[in-house]
């Protein structure tokens, strides 16, 4: 039996004269998704992408998978295609495709699409003829309109006719590339990969910037970056990675700046290096994983030190989530386990004992010019290491 799978659009659908766009774009990111599952056709009409195996040896299974790791859509189904587009094949074709799925219920119910408006027979008229046909297939069922264990769809669109059971909640969001482009600063921890998602989701293209200080941090801690985003990814494709040598910047902000003010300048440094790296690669905005009141770097004086340092918007997809709530998506995402990996990022070098909760702006750009970090930074700059990173499936 042939099988085709159903893609159900999201947000695109309220897009006005540039729909098309985003749709070219959603059909790009999906056949990258599906890269190496096998050949397909890819059309979309009606608010639905069909993806059509071209050959026998198509891993579906990876490609639902896979799909639904695509931002931009709201639900997926895989179906089967009726031999011909009659309510005898729709018949015919229901009760096999979804005998497995039907032996395990106790109630079922029927919902018809006819987008089609040639086909000869109403919605109405193919529910009850289809749930006849599976109630005499599988006598032990009854209906139940209003909880159903399983839904069986019938979908009569302008390809064929389609039968399919409940279908799969899609990743949400609008197609990644379609939102711009940003700099995310990465870390090893939990937030800044789910902050990456977050953005991702709403079509933004990444760029990773991670600060590494050898040998206070290890290759084992840039190793589990790349593998933090790897994972991030599978929703944002593919991610270029710039690797910053900050051993020598940490060094001085240890030896040249009062020590509660350590952090925040630490913070303003990066951000001044990341927006460097955003302008080069046409990014128009930074990310952060900040979460208001966490740590002390991100109370609202800290980060209002922080945001002073870039001239670019800084998105904060975080910051009003509580720990629990990112912990959440970290795990939805897979990224959970290999954040607490105990290799620590540079974040954790060299912490004051005491700092600095409500920093005076003033007094933090007076200390941060005083120790003139201007050829450290250019010199970071002029040692960057790049890493092209893919999906891990």
């Not at 579906?60 to 997926?76: H, I, K, S, T």
Request: net charge neutral; hydrophobic share 40%; glycine share 6%.
């Amino acid at each position: 039996m042939k099988e085709i799978l159903l893609l159900k659009d999201g947000e695109i659908v309220l897009k006005g004269l540039n729909r098309r766009q985003f749709e070219d774009v959603l059909k790009r990111n999906i056949r990258t998704a599906l890269f190496g599952t096998g050949q397909y056709e890819i059309t979309s009409a009606q608010s639905t992408v069909y993806i059509k195996p071209l050959s026998d040896d198509c891993d579906l299974d990876e490609a639902c998978d896979r799909v639904g790791r695509v931002f931009g859509l709201a639900a997926y189904s895989r179906a089967a295609v009726c031999e011909e587009k009659t309510l005898e094949s729709v018949l015919a074709t229901a009760p096999v495709y979804l005998a497995k799925t039907l032996r395990r219920a106790k109630t079922f119910k029927v919902e018809a699409k006819r987008s089609d408006k040639k086909f000869p027979h109403k919605s109405p008229e193919i529910c009850r003829e289809t749930g006849g046909e599976i109630l005499r297939r599988f006598p032990h069922l009854r209906v139940d309109v209003h909880n159903p264990d399983v839904t069986v769809y019938v979908e009569i669109r302008d390809f064929g006719a389609y039968i399919h059971a409940d279908p799969l909640r899609g990743a949400g969001g609008i197609p990644v590339g379609t939102g711009g482009k940003a700099v995310i600063l990465i870390s090893g921890g939990i937030d800044s990969p789910v902050a990456a998602y977050m953005m991702a989701k709403r079509g933004i293209k990444l760029t990773a910037v991670h600060f590494a200080s050898p040998p206070y941090t290890s290759e084992r801690a840039e190793e589990k970056v790349v593998k933090l985003l790897s994972k991030v990814s599978r929703y944002a494709g593919s991610i270029k990675m710039y690797t910053v040598p900050f051993t020598k910047i940490q060094e001085k902000l240890r030896d040249d700046c009062p020590e509660e003010l350590f952090t925040i300048i630490m913070r303003r440094l990066m951000m001044q290096i990341s927006e460097r790296i955003a302008r080069d690669n046409d990014c128009a905005a930074l990310i952060t994983g900040e979460s208001l009141g966490q740590v002390a770097s991100q109370t609202i004086g800290a980060l209002g030190c922080t945001n002073d340092a870039a001239d670019m918007v800084v998105f904060r997809p975080l910051i009003g989530m509580d720990k629990q709530e990112i912990i959440n998506i970290a795990y939805k995402i897979d990224t959970y386990e290999t954040s607490i990996e105990p290799y620590e990022d540079c974040c954790t070098v060299f912490t004051p004992k005491h700092p600095r909760t409500k920093p005076i702006l003033k007094f933090v750009r007076e200390a941060q010019e005083r120790a003139d970090f201007a050829p450290l930074v250019e010199e970071a700059l002029q040692n960057l290491k790049i890493t092209y990173i893919n999906p891990e499936y």
